[in-house]
């Protein structure tokens, strides 16, 4: 069993910055491909960005390339969503997500866990 906590969201202006975090624990979480989704009111969980467990494989919804970056710290069992420039159609709650398939899978969202989610507000 893996548990994911998110942290890191919040209000911010249009055109600003957050960085989530989310970290694994459990068992050999540090070995898991990770991502993040996000879903907005009334709409589908959307993917946004995975990486595979080394850090070594990344990829990025188009809609976020660019300007977001994720990545994984040292242990491996935590990985970050660095948001630049955030856009109104940003907001939503996003969540973390761990999977033992490849990162195509993931893409897909079929991952083994995810967490509670963390809320992301841009304002105007």
């Known amino acids: 069993q893996v548990q994911l906590v998110e942290s890191g969201g919040g209000l911010v202006q249009a055109g600003g910055s957050l960085r989530l975090s989310c970290a694994a624990s459990g068992r050999t979480s540090s070995s898991y491909n990770m991502g993040w989704f996000r879903q907005a009111p009334g709409k589908e969980r959307e993917f946004v960005a995975v990486?595979?467990?080394?850090?070594?494989?990344?990829s990025y919804a188009h809609s976020v390339t660019g300007r977001f970056t994720i990545s994984r710290g040292n242990a491996k069992n935590t990985v970050y969503l660095q948001m630049n420039s955030l856009k109104l159609e940003d907001t939503a709650v996003y969540y973390c997500v761990a999977g033992s398939g490849n990162i195509y899978e993931l893409r897909r969202g079929r991952g083994d866990y995810w967490g509670q989610g963390t809320q992301v507000t841009v304002s105007s």
């Open positions: 990486i595979g467990w080394s850090g070594g494989a990344i």
